[in-house]
């Protein structure tokens, strides 16, 4: 597997996330979704749910309730108006 | 010495003055930097969101969302206000007030009927005074204002945009350029004006369509936008007052070496006329 996602998570008060991740498992408007490297340019709106992210420093996870996903060259973008962490 | 002990109390008073405006200069400045970080922490939001925008929306779509529609006449427009709650800022309300008025002028001249809302105290004070009915007033955002205030505030509007009741809403703040520029601002809500598009364009999977992200994230951006005017606002208007205080300060000290110098000549003169009346009188005796 090649190469690492560049992970931020975007509130409007705050970035809450910002770092290198292995892997992104997100709540989708339809369902839940996982997006690993190399993945292809995607857009897509998220529902509720809880976010995780594959960090290098362990796994990190949001509590997100609406907004959106960008995925662009390994970059993955969460932007959400309500984001929390989940301990 | 009543002149010497009238200049002692002055003295004494500005240096009070002194004391109070310094610490409200000291007070501002570390809000203002608080507050200037949440302008930059609000930054990435607005850039990412203003950009997914501006890749969706094409003209073709955008007939389809009620925030888009651009209205043929401006009937009835609402104007949102931002002001502070209180007051020794210097002229930073004053401005925001004239800006505003500014800008209602001209609106009317254009034939619309304006409608004013206003956060803050200082800016319902002053139109109170104008006499000019305010259609809602708000004083309880406070210095760190959230992304729940700015849905509160605009959330009625947008709706009543959507369904034809405005023709366009408008926001009146102070722009956080630096700490030392802060110009009064007029900036359009709804219709959204979509942000132009930058770099490259690319194909992205969507998921589910254009239409329905741009229709969940339309209302997202509108929010941001008065979100972001509340922050810059707040930064604003501690920067103005440490500012104002700054400036008092510089004056309250100026003042003190002014009254100081005059009351230690007259000290000086007294302590000589009664030398004077001493050797005079010793001279009388002989």
Sequence with gaps: MAGTLQVSVISPEQVLFEGPASAVTAPGFDGEMGILPMHAPLMTLLGNGTLRIESTGGMKQFRVSGGFLQVVDDTVRVVTEEASAVA | MAKGRELKGRIKSVE???????????????????????????????????????????????????????????????LLLLTANRGLCGAFNTNLIREARARIAELEAQGAEVEVHIVGKKGIAFFKYLGRSISSERIDIGDRPSAADAASLIDALTDRF???????????????????????????????????????????????????????????????????ALVETVAGEQSARRTAMKNATDNASDMITLL???????????????????????AALE
């Design chain 2, 260 to 282: 100081r110098r005059t009351y230690n000549s007259a000290r000086q003169a007294q302590i000589t006329q009664e030398i004077a009346e001493i050797v005079g009188g010793a």
């Design chain 2, 16 to 78: 009070n003055t002194r004391k109070i405006t310094r610490t409200m200069e000291m007070v501002a400045a570390s809000k203002m930097k608080r507050a200037t970080d949440r302008v930059a922490a609000a930054r990435p939001y607005a850039l990412a969101l203003g950009e997914v925008l501006a890749r969706l929306v094409r003209p073709e779509i955008a007939e389809k969302f009620p925030l888009l529609r651009q209205p043929a006449s401006k009937r009835k427009v609402a």
């Design chain 2, 162 to 228: 959507a369904k034809g009741e405005l023709d366009g809403v408008h926001i009146t703040y102070a722009k956080f350029q630096s700490a030392l520029s802060t110009p009064p601002t007029t900036e359009q809500v709804v219709p959204v004006v979509p942000p132009a598009t930058q770099g490259t364009p690319r194909d992205f999977l969507l998921a589910p369509d254009a239409e329905t992200i741009v229709e969940s994230l339309l209302p997202a951006y509108v929010r941001n936008m008065v979100y972001r």
